[in-house]
């Protein structure tokens, strides 16, 4: 199984900071990844796939990048409405694997 | 326009089995890259994938369950079921079923989950 780490579990950051979360890979892999959003009580929403291609409706302040086994999800000018927790997954090998997920809030 | 939903019990006995069904519209299963998979999460901890049913109806499941589940698809009615046997209090979570994106087993629209209680 690929196992997929992310950093930091949790991080504190106010409206208008930049946030980056990072996803390692134990394997690497060819940017079959995607990530996601997710508020309390929510379903997940897509972010981002293909490492760095940006969802139909998703505010250009999220961006992505990486390749091989480190990924990078930045957060841009953040927003309110952006404090919630974010999921690396990888889709290159079965089984489909998730990260543990990073929790933004409010400092 | 893409929803899911799922629908089942919310109450389960330890060894009972679990039945889920998610009804779709505004995509068909069996159209070329189609997909929907089953996904949990228990109650603070992350999500983990369970099963994907594919437009020709292959079929994945995560190895650490593969014994215990069966996604199956019943076209006329856009629903796609996943069963679990054998439930036990750990498998309390909420169950999601999501659409898959046409090019990569990544999902891109998703069911509102339901929570999933397993006590006697």
């Known amino acids: 199984d690929i196992q997929m780490t992310q950093s930091p579990s949790s991080v504190s950051a106010s409206v208008g900071d930049t946030v980056t979360i990072t996803c390692r890979a134990s394997?690497?892999?060819?940017?079959?990844l995607a990530w996601y959003q997710q508020k309390p009580g929510k379903a997940p929403t897509l972010l981002i796939y293909?490492?760095?291609t940006l969802q139909s409706g998703v505010p250009s302040r999220f961006s992505g990048s990486g390749s091989g086994t480190d990924y990078t999800l930045t957060i841009s000018r953040l927003q309110p409405e952006d404090f919630a927790t974010y999921y690396c997954?990888?889709?290159?090998?079965?089984?489909?694997?998730f990260g543990g997920g990073t929790k933004v809030d409010s400092k | 326009q893409i929803t899911l939903k799922e629908s089942g019990p919310t109450l389960v006995k330890p060894t009972q089995t679990l039945t889920l069904t998610c009804t779709f519209s505004?995509?068909?299963?069996?159209?070329?890259?189609?997909?929907v998979g089953w996904f949990r999460q228990p109650p603070g901890k992350a999500l983990e994938w369970l099963a994907l049913?594919?437009?020709?109806?292959?079929?994945r499941y995560s190895p650490s369950l593969s014994s215990r589940l069966t996604i199956t698809q019943d076209t006329s009615k856009n629903q796609v079921v996943l069963t679990m046997t054998n439930m036990d209090p750990v498998d309390t979570a909420t169950y999601y079923c999501?659409?898959?994106?046409?090019?990569?087993?990544?999902?891109?629209?998703w069911g509102q989950g339901t929570l999933v209680t397993v006590s006697s």
């Open positions: 997954q990888q889709a290159a090998r079965f089984p489909l694997t």
């Open positions: 394997q690497g892999f060819s940017s079959w």
């Open positions: 049913l594919y437009w020709d109806d292959g079929e």
């Open positions: 293909g490492a760095s």
């Open positions: 505004g995509f068909s299963v069996t159209t070329t890259g189609e997909g």
């Open positions: 999501a659409h898959k994106e046409i090019s990569m087993d990544i999902f891109d629209f």
